[in-house]
T-cell receptor, first 112, second 113 residues
């Protein structure tokens, strides 16, 4: 009965590859987010979608492209992976843009 | 300089101790303040949420906000080994509610039995 789930949990890949991370929430929330947490535990927002529309797009390389096929899903596609992309990526959701955010378990991405 | 500064620790205390965790910030537009707890290999979970200056208590946890000093604190009374985690402060500017969160780097706490 996981509220916010992400797949895969771990992802190890070579530089230059393209990979996707999937996120699903079963809370009926309208807003979803992607965060990046670096090796020093600094958590920074990347994107936010409300009702499938992009509302926050922080300064993120355009190699990162979020896609929201429906309100319950927000996927993150990363092209031409670089060493600096290694981090833990968290998906989160909230009822609306002002409500509490619930985080998924994270996807640990390692780029070799 | 990051907008939110937090001592990363690590912080080790004996069981039963009072723990004080702190964050400072530079953006006076921040109006909503939160504390998240993150266990190892898990996502952050919201502990406390406060809007105004002053204290807010929830069980063993007290959140304190001093907007004039741009300083927030989380106190944990009677700390337990199960409190061992990383604690992240977060805040958001006026008018955006809890959407666009700015996080501190987190303080790793270990409570020793």
């Amino acid at each position: 009965d996981t509220a916010v789930s992400q797949t895969p949990k771990y992802l190890v890949t070579q530089m230059g590859n393209d990979k996707s991370i999937k996120c699903e929430q079963n809370l009926g929330h309208d807003t979803m987010y992607w965060y990046k947490q670096d090796s020093k535990k600094f958590l920074k927002i990347m994107f936010s979608y409300n009702n499938k529309e992009l509302i926050i797009n922080e300064t993120v390389p355009n190699r990162f492209s979020p896609k929201s096929p429906d309100k319950a899903h927000l996927n993150l596609h990363i092209n031409s992976l670089e060493l600096g992309d290694s981090a833990v990526y968290f998906c989160a959701s909230s009822q609306d843009t002002t409500d509490t955010q619930y985080f998924g378990p994270g996807t640990r991405l390692t780029v070799l | 300089q990051k907008e939110v500064e937090q001592d990363p620790g690590p912080l080790s205390v004996p069981e039963g101790a009072i723990v004080s965790l702190n964050c400072t910030y530079s953006n006076s537009a921040f109006q909503y303040f939160m504390w998240y707890r993150q266990y190892s290999r898990k996502g952050p979970e919201l502990l406390m949420y406060t809007y105004s200056s002053g204290n807010k208590e929830d069980g063993r946890f007290t959140a304190q906000v001093d907007k004039s000093s741009k300083y927030i604190s989380l106190f944990i009374r009677d700390s337990q080994p199960s409190d061992s985690a990383t604690y992240l402060c977060a805040m958001t500017p006026i008018g955006t509610g809890a959407n666009n969160l700015f996080f501190g780097t987190g303080t790793r706490l270990t409570v020793i039995p």
